[in-house]
T-cell receptor, first 110, second 116 residues
Framework: QKEVEQNSGPLSVPEGAIASLNCTYSDRGSQSFFWYRQYSGKSPELIMFIYSNGDKEDGRFTAQLNKASQYVSLLIRDSQPSDSATYLCAAIRGSYIPTFGRGTSLIVHP | DTEVTQTPKHLVMGMTNKKSLKCEQH?????MYWYKQKAKKPPELMFV???????INESVPSRFSPECPNSSLLNLHLHALQPEDSALYLC???????????????FGPGTRLTVL
């Protein structure tokens, strides 16, 4: 059973802080990882993808991948209230079908 | 342009109605997907079309019938649904290159379906 695990939260951080969202996966064959942001009642929006071990930065977002530990994370710097949403982690093995985690709810309070 | 469009945005139907959901993309993607999402749950895969052929059916009841008229369009025909089928129905597309894991899915805005 391929699983992607996320803490459902909510994770509450003050405005301007760094939010750290974590995801672990059970399938060692997973090769690519995606972070989606989903506002309540809306569809998932791609934030970042990462294939290689290490860090990948895009604006205020940094994705980190550690394949040895089967761990992927998303850091959001200078968090804003508009970042309040559910963040879905997804992993793909060899086919193009992702396995989604249950999502982490992030609340950024002013 | 990474846009996937879906119509209608909202749909209310009775259990005896027949309706269709539509999805369109013009990114040249060869894989298209239907997902069902209930509140506070992740998207649940229903169907995958690859190169206009149905490649995955995740044991979805026959009251849901997918159709892919061409490489840009994906329909989901609905008939005799149950109230528990009420959910957000999401369409997604990706390049769909088999054998690669580097295949990013882009989601449409979804159709909020309510079955009375």
């Amino acid at each position: 059973q391929k699983e992607v695990e996320q803490n459902s939260g909510p994770l509450s951080v003050p405005e301007g802080a760094i939010a750290s969202l974590n995801c672990t996966y059970s399938d060692r064959g997973s090769q690519s990882f995606f972070w989606y942001r989903q506002y309540s009642g809306k569809s998932p929006e791609l934030i970042m993808f990462i294939y290689s071990n290490g860090d990948k930065e895009d604006g205020r977002f940094t994705a980190q991948l550690n394949k040895a530990s089967q761990y992927v994370s998303l850091l959001i710097r200078d968090s804003q209230p508009s970042d309040s949403a559910t963040y879905l982690c997804a992993a793909i093995r060899g086919s193009y079908i992702p396995t989604f985690g249950r999502g982490t709810s992030l609340i950024v309070h002013p | 342009d990474t846009e996937v469009t879906q119509t209608p945005k909202h749909l209310v139907m009775g259990m005896t109605n027949k309706k269709s959901l539509k999805c369109e993309q013009h990114m040249g993607h060869r894989a298209m997907y239907w997902y069902k999402q209930k509140a506070k749950k992740p998207p649940e895969l229903m169907f995958v079309y690859s190169y206009e052929k149905l490649s995955i059916n995740e044991s979805v009841p026959s009251r849901f019938s997918p159709e892919c008229p061409n490489s840009s369009l994906l329909n989901l025909h609905l008939h005799a649904l149950q109230p528990e089928d009420s959910a957000l129905y999401l369409c997604a597309s990706s390049q769909g290159v088999v054998g690669t894991a580097r295949d990013t899915q882009y989601f449409g805005p979804g159709t909020r379906l309510t079955v009375l």
